[in-house]
């Protein structure tokens, strides 16, 4: 079965860098697109990041554009979420995404596209 299983979550002082992973198994995972959600306590799921099939499109919200970076390693079946300075805002649990449709029809930007989840890494920001 579809496996997605994040790592690498924790407690930060803002303006730190954190280093989220994403293992993924059971799927051929070149043919997914692969996207970062995180959900803050009372919130709503909101999509942060993910990537296009070869690694070559990122598409970020612009709450984090040009302070996070997505990478993706199609070799190892992993994806990666670079943060930097990161803001107390940022504070949530983020789930790592695969969709088999994004791409082909839906948005990168909603969550219903997304088949496949992960269980969520902690991050906290502190201030």
């Known amino acids: 079965q579809v496996q997605l299983v994040e790592s690498g979550g924790g407690l930060v002082q803002a303006g730190g860098s954190l280093r989220l992973s994403c293992a993924a198994s059971g799927l051929t995972f070149s043919s997914y697109v692969m996207g970062w959600f995180r959900q803050a306590p009372g919130k709503e799921r909101e999509f942060v990041v993910a990537?296009?099939?070869?690694?070559?499109?990122?598409y970020y919200a612009d709450s984090v554009k040009g302070r996070f970076t997505i990478s993706r390693d199609n070799a190892k079946n992993t994806v990666s979420l670079e943060m930097n300075s990161l803001k107390p805002e940022d504070t949530a649990v983020y789930y790592c995404?695969?969709?088999?449709?994004?791409?082909?029809?839906?948005?990168?930007?909603?969550?219903?596209?997304?088949?496949?989840w992960g269980q969520g890494t902690q991050v906290t920001v502190s201030s």
């Open positions: 995404a695969a969709s088999a449709i994004v791409g082909y029809s839906g948005s990168y930007y909603s969550s219903r596209q997304y088949g496949y």
């Open positions: 990537i296009n099939r070869s690694g070559a499109r990122p």
